[in-house]
Nanobody, 118 residues
Framework: QLQLVESGGGLAQPGGSLTLSCAAS??????????LGWYRQAPGSQRELVAT???????KYGDSVKGRFTISGDDAKNTIYLQMNSLKPEDAAVYYC??????????WGQGTQVTVSS
């Protein structure tokens, strides 16, 4: 089992920045044994991909965040990050951390709220 705990959400002004963290614990040797990702869900909307980093080393970003958000990881800390710059009101959502490595090994965090408002 793997547990994921997000932190770092809060209120940011348009144009501002936030860094989200996702700490992994439990049965884990390396975070890079998993496909990692950040997703978000705004009220009334479906959960959407924000950024992913696969075990093969490829990175993918949602079209709406390309050039503004960056996913990264610190294996020594078992932590995944999402650096969010140039925030827009439409970035407001609950952000979820995700890790997976095949059937039966699909994990989600509890989510952290991001609000973007002046």
């Amino acid at each position: 089992q793997l547990q994921l705990v997000e932190s770092g959400g809060g209120l940011a002004q348009p144009g501002g920045s936030l860094t989200l963290s996702c700490a992994a614990s439990g049965y884990i040797y390396s975070i890079y044994d998993y496909d990692l990702g950040w997703y978000r869900q705004a009220p009334g909307s479906q959960r959407e991909l924000v950024a992913t980093f696969t075990r093969s080393g490829s990175t993918k970003y949602g079209d709406s965040v390309k050039g503004r958000f960056t996913i990264s990881g610190d294996d020594a800390k078992n932590t995944i990050y999402l650096q969010m710059n140039s925030l827009k009101p439409e970035d407001a959502a609950v952000y979820y951390c995700h890790a997976a490595r095949g059937p039966g090994h699909n994990y989600w965090g509890q989510g952290t709220q991001v609000t973007v408002s002046s």
